[in-house]
């Protein structure tokens, strides 16, 4: 089961590095089903390995001319101050259990993964219905205005904050339909806005957990290797069929992480 688990970390990096996204959906059921964090923790430790991971993306796609700071400022002013109060504030205040229903009562741990199994499905949707076609893409100056996403970065803000996924499956879309950016450089600015938001998240963390820095290191080094493992794929693969191959992967997990959520 431990080999299992390392090598799922490896694919989440894998994922980070093909389509800017999709890892970070990945870490919370690696984390509580093969790795055996509870639900809560894992929304922190998924906070750390996202976000070092994406940084390291983020530093090779700025190297390569593939980032947008403008938009990636843009988006993170507002989603970077919503996921620290978020993880500060709002996180620690939530009870362990939220509510009765039908005779059961609701947790904290299952309506977080409940939730998480939903933004599964959300996001292997758009994957998967993705028909984005890269050669008729153009670099929008003048479509990034602040206050145009300043909602939309507050999306998710909240969702990285509450679930401790980076929202790369809600940023890429918005940077590409919203601003207009090539595909490549929208992949890019996605993983410098989910490194922000989820280190920041995580900071907002430090005193409300005790962290397992030996074990979150070494699970950060293997995603972090599997995303150049991912940089190196992506030369060679197309990246929309690989945007759809990961979205039935999402679409199966997601639904087996509400079946057995529900049924368990």
Not at 122 to 147: G, L, N, P, V, Y
Request: proline share 3%.
């Amino acid at each position: 089961m431990e080999v299992i688990a390392y090598s799922a970390a490896a694919f989440i990096g894998i994922s980070l590095g093909l389509i800017g996204g999709g890892g970070s959906i990945l870490t919370m059921p690696v984390l509580v089903y093969l790795f055996g964090i509870s639900p809560l923790l894992a929304t922190s430790y998924s906070l750390f390995i996202v976000g070092s991971t994406s940084l390291i993306g983020a530093v090779n796609n700025y190297r390569r001319g593939q980032l947008n700071l403008k938009a990636a400022f843009f988006f993170g002013a507002a989603s970077i101050v919503t996921v620290f109060v978020t993880r500060k504030f709002i996180v620690p205040a939530i009870p362990i259990h939220l509510f009765p229903m039908a005779g059961h009562s609701i947790s904290s741990s299952l309506a977080t993964m409940l939730l998480f199994g939903v933004l599964m499905l959300m996001a292997s949707i758009s994957m998967i219905r993705s028909k984005h076609d890269d050669t008729q893409e153009q670099d929008c100056k003048d479509c990034i205005k602040f206050f145009k996403l300043l909602g939309y970065g507050v999306s998710i803000g909240l969702v990285t904050g509450l679930l401790g996924a980076g929202g790369g499956f809600l940023l890429i879309p918005a940077l590409v339909f919203l601003l207009k950016l090539p595909m490549k450089k929208a992949i890019g600015t996605s993983l410098l806005v989910i490194a922000l938001n989820s280190l920041i998240g995580f900071v907002g963390d430090l005193g409300h957990f005790d962290i397992q820095w030996k074990f979150l290191l070494s699970v950060s080094a293997i995603a972090v290797t599997g995303l150049l493992v991912g940089n190196l794929i992506g030369k060679r693969i197309a990246g929309a069929q690989l945007k759809k191959g990961f979205g039935w992967f999402v679409l199966v997990m997601g639904i087996y992480i509400i079946v057995k959520e529900i049924l368990t």
